[in-house]
């Protein structure tokens, strides 16, 4: 089915991973409709859908997404509207993985960057994620006989689960104090006078998703008039082994040159097609910086961490004059080119996931340009 397409990129390229700013996934499809073939490309063109039509495909996951920009209109007048209207014509669903499959760690980042050798590896910009059951925790004070009774409340609405653990709580005895005005009516004490109650603090963890239904469950059991509530949001997970771009500590130092030629050989790039700007000739880097596709905007942040070369795809004019300004090599080995050798890797990642579907790598996606 489409949809267990859907499901195994998430799994080898999980969503959460992408920039903010890109649209991965399913972009066109019925995940309820069966899938005997699909087609791996970097780009969705006339020649990659020609392709996947007469191998009878019935998905596409395209690396670049088909549907970027918001969509007012959907017409054959304009060429991405013929295009789109196609694949729906011939029942064919678009998948982008974008971003997500660079993040993740064995994505396209850390294949490019395993080009220049063996050595060290973590990300200019890690990923931030929040572990299961976490990125809230719910503190109330509860007098010791309600205790139980609140943590069973908070942990029916989802709080308090930890990995394989559940009912996960934290316990300090302390005093509350109150004054009970007009109206009150207080648990213990007296209205009109100041009061101190001994009392535990109980704290939970739980996700964003479940704060509500777990602030509710406190104030539906706690035996106060007012039930105290506090809720603070925890600090997100940092992974330096996943997230964008990556920066590579050499085994062997290289030197500009050499980046070229091995980047020549593995990504079989013509001659005349890699573009460099090179600060001092000869200098050998240990601290690379490695960003496949339009990454140039990473490059000051490489630096920034000791990179002395950054390869990425391409970069426009005053990118190049700001890498030289700043001391930093470069090397643009072309956009698609640092992206396409990946796709046999996500085609074998792919396969055991679908059984019985036949994962094919177009032969018709090329770069839009060539060297003349």
């Not at 101190?196 to 704060?211: A, F, G, N």
């Amino acid at each position: 089915m489409i949809g267990e397409l859907a499901l195994a990129l998430e799994a080898i390229a999980p969503s959460r991973l992408a920039a903010e700013w890109d649209k991965v996934g399913m972009l066109v499809g019925d995940p309820s409709r069966p899938l005997k073939r699909a087609l791996l490309c970097i780009d969705l063109t006339e020649e990659t859908l020609s392709e996947a039509i007469r191998r009878r495909c019935q998905a596409i996951v395209a690396y670049h997404p088909p549907i970027f920009e918001p969509i007012a209109r959907l017409t054959a007048w304009e060429p991405r509207g013929a295009l789109l209207l196609r694949c729906i014509e011939n029942g064919i669903a678009l998948f982008s993985p974008h971003t997500a499959l660079d993040a993740v760690r064995g994505g396209v980042t850390d294949w490019l960057a395993q080009q220049l050798g063996a050595g060290e590896r973590w990300a200019i910009e890690p990923s931030v994620t929040l572990r299961p059951g976490e990125g809230m925790k719910i503190v109330t004070f509860v007098p010791a006989y309600a205790v139980e009774v609140v943590r069973d409340a908070m942990a029916r609405a989802g709080a308090g689960t930890i990995g394989a653990y559940r009912k996960c709580s934290f316990e300090l005895i302390g005093q509350g104090t109150f004054e009970g005005g007009a109206g009150s009516k207080p648990t213990a004490g007296k209205r009109g006078r100041f009061e101190r109650v001994d009392e535990i603090r109980l704290e939970m963890v739980c996700e964003p998703r479940s704060q509500v239904a777990v602030v509710q469950a406190i104030r539906a059991v706690h035996p106060y008039e007012e039930a105290p509530v506090d809720v603070f949001r925890t600090e997100s997970h940092r992974d330096a082994t996943q997230g964008h771009g990556r920066i590579v500590r050499l085994d062997r130092p290289l030197t500009c040159a050499q980046a070229v030629a091995r980047l020549r050989r593995s990504l079989r790039l013509p001659a005349g097609t890699v573009q460099v700007v090179e600060t001092s000739r000869g200098r050998r880097h240990a601290r690379v910086g490695v960003v496949p596709g339009a990454g140039f905007s990473m490059m000051a942040k490489a630096a920034g961490a000791g990179c002395t070369l950054f390869v990425t795809g391409e970069a426009r004019h005053h990118d190049q004059l700001a890498a030289r300004a700043r001391g930093c090599d470069l090397v643009l080995a072309g956009h698609s080119q640092t992206e396409r050798g990946y796709l046999p890797h996500l085609a074998a990642s792919l396969r055991p996931h679908l059984p019985g579907v036949s994962i094919q790598i177009s032969s018709s996606d090329t770069p839009p340009f060539h060297a003349a």
